[in-house]
C-alpha cells in the first residue's frame, strides 16, 4: 500500500509542474467530466480531449544482448503526462526514471512522444510493456517483448568416451539454455558418420558394437531459423583394440649398394610397443647398419646399405595390452618367384611347350626348368635364355621332350641374375596328351576333293561300255 502511494505522488508530481486540463486537482479524478467511447472529454474545446496514438501496438522479438525500441508517440502531448509500465508496474513517469530501475533502460524523447530503450537486452526484459496517458480514464498502447536466448549446450561425456572394440558407445547432447529451444544434431569432423550419414538429428547417437573405424572427434551443433549462429561441443571417441597391421611390401627385390625401407602401419589403441626383427633376431637402434624411426601409424625400418648378409625376412611386432599382431616382408636381391601360365603354348604326346615371367631389379641371363613325371623321382633339366619385357619383367619359354603319352609332369623355374640363381617356383601340374595323332572334327578341303575324284573313276567303265554299245538302256 505504502509502494502504491509513493508511486501516485510521483505521478501527481510532473501532472502539477506541467500544467493539467481540469480546473483543479480534484476535477482529475471528478466523474461529472463525460467521456465517449474514444476517451475523449465531451465538453466542448479541443483542449480537453485526451490525445490518440500515431504508434502502433508492437510484439518485438530481439535477440540477446540487443537494443529494445518501444515507441510512444501521441497526436499531442501539450498538457499531458506519459507514463510506462512493466508488467503492471510503473517504471517512468514524463520523462523521469522511478526508482532503483535498471540502468540500461532510459527514454529517447520525440516530438509528442517518446521511447522506451532498452540496451543490452536480457531474458529478464521479456514481458508486457504499456504506454499510458494522464486522464481520468487514461488511454494506453500495448508493447509484447520475447527474447530470444542464444543457446547453450552440453555433452555427456564432456570431453572423451574410451570404448572397448565390440562395445556400445552413446554420446549425449542438451540444451541447457536457449530461447526458443533450437533442435540439435550430431555430425563426425572431417568424416561422414559410420552409418554412412552425413549427419544425424537428436539429442543422442547409440553405436551398438564399435570397430576401430568409429573412432574420431563427434561434433553436436545447434540447428534454428533465427540467425544464430550455431553452437558446437565436441567428443572425442577412443576405441581400444588389439593391433592391426598393414604392410606395404611383403616380398621387397633389390640391388647391393640401395637403401632399402621397411615398412609398416600399425594402427592400435592403446599406442603399441613395436620391434623388429630379421630372421628371428632382434633389431634395435644401435645394431649396425640399420636406421628406426616413426612418423604417426608409419614405422620404418631402414637397411643404410644393402649387401648379400642383409637379404632375409624383415617382421615388425607390434603389441599393447589388447594383443599382438606380426607382419613379414622378405627382402631379396634374387629374381622374384616365376609364375609359369597354367596353358602350354604347344603339347603333344611326346612334348610340352610352356612359358613364365619373373622380375628381378638386375638383368635375368638364365631360366632354369626341371621336370619330371607325377611318378617319377629324378629330375629333369633344362636352361633357356632369358628375354627383356617391361620395366623389371623377363619372359622365358622351353620345350620339354622325351616325355611320355597322357602323363603328368611336375614344372618348376629358377632365375639367375646378378645375385645367383632364385628358389625355383612353386610346381606346376601339366598333362601330355593320348598317343597318336589328333584327330580334327571338320573335314578338311582335300579330303572332300579325294573323294570327288574316286567316286569319278567309278562312273569311268559305265561311260565306257555306253559308247561301245555293249551295255543297252530299255
Not at 598393414?246 to 640401395?258: D, F
Not at 601409424?297 to 637379404?311: S, Y
Not at 622378405?330 to 613364365?356: C, D, F, M, N
Not at 603328368?408 to 645375385?419: G, I
Amino acid at each position: 500500500m505504502k509502494s502504491l502511494l509513493i508511486q501516485l505522488v510521483l505521478l501527481m508530481i510532473p501532472l502539477l509542474a506541467l500544467g493539467l486540463p481540469y480546473s483543479s486537482i480534484e476535477d482529475l479524478y471528478s466523474p461529472e467530466y463525460d467521456y465517449d467511447e474514444d476517451n475523449e472529454v465531451s465538453e466542448e474545446g479541443d483542449v480537453m480531449k485526451a490525445p490518440g496514438f500515431v504508434s502502433e501496438t508492437m510484439n518485438l522479438v530481439v535477440n540477446e544482448g540487443e537494443t529494445i525500441r518501444l515507441p510512444c508517440i501521441v497526436t499531442r502531448l501539450q498538457g499531458f503526462v506519459l507514463l510506462w509500465k512493466k508488467n503492471d508496474n510503473i517504471i517512468t513517469v514524463g520523462d523521469q526514471i522511478l526508482g532503483n530501475a535498471d540502468s540500461r533502460y532510459y527514454l529517447e524523447a520525440k516530438e509528442n512522444g517518446n521511447n522506451l530503450m532498452i540496451s543490452l537486452a536480457e531474458p529478464g526484459d521479456e514481458g508486457e510493456f504499456v504506454c499510458q496517458v494522464s486522464a481520468f480514464k487514461p488511454t494506453q498502447i500495448h508493447h509484447s517483448v520475447k527474447i530470444r536466448v542464444r543457446p547453450s549446450i552440453q555433452t555427456s561425456p564432456v570431453k572423451s568416451l574410451t570404448v572397448k572394440e565390440g562395445e556400445e558407445a552413446r554420446l549425449y547432447c542438451r540444451v541447457v539454455a536457449g530461447n526458443p529451444k533450437p533442435k540439435l544434431k550430431w555430425r563426425r569432423k572431417g568424416d561422414i558418420m559410420p552409418t554412412g550419414d552425413e549427419e544425424i538429428m537428436g539429442e543422442v547417437i547409440i553405436f551398438e558394437s564399435v570397430t576401430r573405424h568409429y573412432e574420431g572427434t563427434y561434433e553436436c551443433v545447434t540447428e534454428d531459423d533465427y540467425g544464430f549462429e550455431p553452437i558446437t561441443r565436441e567428443v572425442q571417441l577412443h576405441v581400444e583394440y588389439a593391433p592391426v597391421i598393414e604392410q606395404e611390401q611383403t616380398y621387397i627385390k633389390t640391388e647391393a649398394g640401395e637403401e632399402i625401407h621397411v615398412t609398416c602401419v600399425v594402427h592400435a589403441y592403446p599406442e603399441p610397443q613395436v620391434e623388429w626383427e630379421k630372421d628371428g633376431q632382434p633389431i634395435d637402434e644401435h645394431t649396425n647398419g640399420f636406421v628406426i624411426n616413426k612418423s604417426g601409424d608409419r614405422h620404418n625400418l631402414i637397411l643404410l646399405v644393402v649387401k648379400k648378409e642383409f637379404f632375409g625376412d624383415y617382421s615388425c611386432r607390434a603389441r599393447n595390452e589388447l594383443g599382438v599382431a606380426t607382419k613379414s616382408a622378405h627382402v631379396s636381391g634374387y629374381a622374384e618367384e616365376a609364375r609359369i601360365l597354367k596353358t602350354p603354348i604347344k603339347s603333344s604326346p611326346q612334348s610340352l611347350q610352356i612359358e613364365w615371367t619373373a622380375q628381378s631389379e638386375t638383368p635375368i641371363t638364365i631360366f632354369r626348368v626341371q621336370f619330371m613325371a607325377h611318378d617319377s623321382t629324378d629330375w629333369s633339366e633344362v636352361d633357356v635364355t632369358a628375354t627383356k619385357l617391361e620395366n623389371a619383367d623377363w619372359y622365358g619359354k622351353a620345350d620339354l621332350m622325351n616325355l611320355q603319352p597322357s602323363t603328368e609332369y611336375m614344372v618348376k623355374v629358377s632365375s639367375m641374375n646378378t645375385e645367383g640363381y632364385s628358389q625355383f617356383s612353386g610346381i606346376q601340374l601339366f598333362t601330355t596328351p593320348a598317343k597318336g595323332p589328333v584327330k580334327q572334327k571338320t573335314i578338311s578341303s582335300s579330303s572332300s576333293a579325294k573323294m570327288s575324284v574316286n567316286l569319278l573313276l567309278c562312273f569311268i567303265p559305265l561311260i565306257s561300255s555306253l559308247i561301245t554299245g555293249k551295255v543297252f538302256i530299255k
